[in-house]
């Protein structure tokens, strides 16, 4: 079974920026798509970003264009999320998610999902 446990989570002040990882399993890191979700309160989970199995594609909601960028780290096993110019409006649990298909937008087409961990942008 995929294993996925986000870490880097905290406040941080808007302008700001924050690094977020996601630790994958070895089999889930070399298979699947990964991608990253958020969670307001009050609001339906939302694609951010995801990156192909093998580092070739990303794909971003139109929300973070620009200021997130998304990587794979073979060495460490990780996908991270780095993220700049951080608005009030990212406050969120953050979520990384592994998918089989790629182009997957959608929480029901991911398969495993991390416990997810919180962003907090003060203004």
């Known amino acids: 079974q995929a294993q996925l446990v986000e870490s880097g989570g905290g406040l941080v002040q808007a302008g700001g920026s924050v690094r977020l990882s996601c630790a994958a399993s070895?089999?889930?890191?070399?298979?699947?798509?990964i991608g990253w979700f958020r969670q307001a309160p009050g609001k339906e989970r939302e694609f951010v970003a995801a990156i192909r199995w093998n580092g070739g594609s990303t794909d971003y909601a139109d929300s973070v264009k620009g200021r997130f960028t998304i990587s794979r780290d073979i060495m460490q096993r990780t996908v991270n999320l780095q993220m700049n110019s951080l608005k009030p409006e990212d406050t969120a649990v953050y979520y990384c998610a592994a998918a089989r298909s790629w182009g997957s937008r959608r929480v029901y087409e991911y398969d495993y999902w991390g416990q997810g961990t919180q962003v907090t942008v003060s203004s």
């Open positions: 070895e089999r889930t890191f070399s298979s699947y798509n």
